[in-house]
C-alpha cells in the first residue's frame, strides 16, 4: 500500500506565476488535509477535504488559494500569483473515513520557492 | 480555540542518554494527542497516539509519552536515544476523528556521540 504521494517534491516559480501542488492519498482515504510549513515553524492547517467537498477551509488565506479533491484524481492545492512569503514547504495528509480519532498519515511534503 | 506550545526549541543529548520532550495543550475537552517526527526534508510520521484510556502510551521506536490531564501536558520520553533519533518532533492536538490538527512549533533534537 504506497503511502501519500506529492509532487512535485520542488517546485520554484517566479513571482506572479501559478504553482500547482498535487497530492494522492493512500488508497482508501477519502479525507485530505493541507498544512504548510514555513521554515523554522511548526505545521500550520490550511484545508481539509473529502471528495468533491471543502470541509474546513479556515486556515486558507482569503485571496490567491485555492483546493479541490476531485471525485477522481489528486487533491489540487493551487496558488496563483505567488509572492515571496508563500515560499514554504506544502504538506498533504489523508485519513480513512473516519473510525474516531484516526491518524493522518503525512506525504513527503512539496518545497516550494518563489523567487 | 486549541493551542500547542512546545517550550523546548533545540535539545542536545548525548547518545545512550535518556530524552524528554515537553508539550503543553490547550483544549476545553478531552483532546486528541499526538507526536510526530521529522527528519531533515522529509515528511511527518507517528510516534504515537492518545485518544482515551491508559494514560501512558508506548509508540515505535521505543517512545512512549504520558498524558496529564491536570498539567495540560502530553510529553514525550525515549529512555536511551540512538543517534537516529536526531529530528523534529512535534506535537499536535485534534479535537476529533477527521479533525484538522494543531502542531506545536517543534523540537530540534541533536544527539552527541
Known amino acids: 500500500n504506497a503511502g501519500v504521494m506529492q509532487n512535485p517534491r520542488h517546485l520554484v516559480r517566479r513571482r506572479g506565476q501559478e504553482a500547482r501542488l498535487r497530492c494522492s492519498p493512500m488508497?482508501?482515504?477519502?479525507?485530505v488535509y493541507w498544512y504548510r510549513q514555513l521554515p523554522e515553524e511548526g505545521l500550520k492547517f490550511m484545508v481539509y477535504?473529502?471528495?468533491?467537498?471543502?470541509?474546513?477551509e479556515s486556515g486558507m488565506p482569503k485571496e490567491r488559494f485555492s483546493a479541490e479533491f476531485p471525485k477522481e484524481g489528486p487533491s489540487i492545492l493551487r496558488i496563483q500569483q505567488v509572492v515571496r512569503g508563500d515560499s514554504a514547504a506544502y504538506f498533504c495528509a489523508s485519513s480513512p473515513p473516519s473510525r474516531g480519532g484516526d491518524e493522518q498519515f503525512f506525504g513527503p511534503g512539496t518545497r516550494l520557492t518563489v523567487l | 480555540a486549541q493551542s500547542v506550545t512546545q517550550p523546548d526549541i533545540h535539545i542536545t543529548v548525548s547518545e545512550g542518554a535518556s530524552l524528554e520532550l515537553r508539550c503543553n495543550y490547550s483544549y476545553g475537552a478531552t483532546p486528541y494527542l499526538f507526536w510526530y517526527v521529522q527528519s531533515p526534508g522529509q515528511g511527518l510520521q507517528l510516534l504515537l497516539k492518545?485518544?482515551?484510556?491508559?494514560?501512558l502510551v508506548q509508540g515505535i521506536k521505543g517512545f512512549e509519552a504520558e498524558f496529564k490531564r491536570s498539567q495540560s501536558s502530553f510529553n514525550l520520553r525515549k529512555p536511551s536515544v540512538h543517534w537516529s533519533d536526531a529530528a523534529e518532533y512535534f506535537c499536535?492536538?485534534?479535537?476529533?476523528?477527521?479533525?484538522?490538527?494543531?502542531f506545536g512549533g517543534g523540537t530540534r533534537v541533536l544527539v552527541k556521540p
Open positions: 477535504l473529502q471528495k468533491e467537498n471543502i470541509i474546513d
Open positions: 499536535a492536538v485534534g479535537k476529533a476523528a477527521g479533525n484538522k490538527l494543531t
Open positions: 488508497k482508501g482515504h477519502s479525507h
Open positions: 492518545y485518544f482515551s484510556g491508559d494514560t
